[in-house]
């Protein structure tokens, strides 16, 4: 079974709202997650590095006041788009980064994103 | 900054047929791990074969297998006996050995299997 999870798998907000997505690593401690964004057919892109409680390390050119990352516990990590708008809309994906298996990254099941 | 670089788009094969996805990355690291993981239209990552740098011998997993070319900085991935559930994007990954290092994706390789 999968031992990241991810939630919504599916949402759709107005866009000016504001949307949380969760990252949670069901039976390790993750002490990095990843954020990123995918466009169809195309690569992952890393929005940004979360280390649990410090501040999220964000790509350059990813807004940190729009794409709000929170890395509370060794098991979850949130991403909130404020404010979002039609070009928010895409396909999320979390990773959780943990010493067993060899320094493994396990990956979520994804979160599509819609902003109408 | 490393690169990872995946210079096929799209490639087909025949069912039970073998095909070759190519990368190739850059890096002045001396140890790493290079990756390919499997999307399919669920878009759930998968991964297929990891490949710690310091080892000689190329990875195996049942069907699939690299030809790892440590001085030529090329990591391809083989498929053999391509089944239609091999369909999916796959992507080519690089990642520093350091704990907590992030994964960097080449652009991936779109790979359709005909009947």
């Known amino acids: 079974g999968a031992v990241v999870s991810q939630h919504p798998s599916r949402v759709i907000c107005k866009s000016g709202t504001s949307v949380k997505i969760e990252c949670r690593s069901l039976?390790?401690?993750?002490?990095?997650m990843f954020w990123y964004r995918q466009f169809p057919k195309q690569s992952l892109m890393l929005m940004a590095t979360?280390?649990?409680?410090?501040?999220?390390?964000?790509e350059q050119g990813v807004e940190k006041d729009k794409f709000l990352i929170n890395h509370a516990s060794l098991t979850l990590s949130t991403l909130t788009v404020t404010s979002a708008h039609p070009e928010d809309s895409s396909f999320y994906i979390c990773s959780a980064s943990t010493f067993r298996a060899g320094n493994t990254i396990y990956f979520g099941e994804g979160s599509w994103l819609t902003v109408v | 900054a490393q690169t990872v670089t995946q210079s096929q788009p799209e490639m087909s094969v025949q069912e039970a047929e073998t095909v070759t996805l190519s990368c190739t990355y850059d890096t002045s690291e001396s140890d790493y791990y290079l990756f390919w993981y499997k999307q399919p239209p669920s878009r759930q990552m998968i991964l297929v074969i990891r490949q710690e740098a310091y080892k000689q011998q190329n990875a195996t997993e049942n069907r699939f297998s690299v030809n790892f070319q440590k001085a030529a900085k090329s990591f391809s991935l083989k498929i053999s006996d391509s089944q239609l559930g091999d369909a999916a994007m796959y992507f080519c990954?690089?990642?520093?050995?350091?704990?907590?290092?992030?994964?960097?994706f080449g652009a991936g390789t779109i790979l359709r299997v005909k009947s």
């Open positions: 979360s280390n649990e409680g410090s501040k999220a390390t964000y």
């Open positions: 990954a690089y990642r520093r050995m350091e704990y907590g290092n992030k994964l960097v």
């Open positions: 039976d390790f401690q993750a002490t990095t």
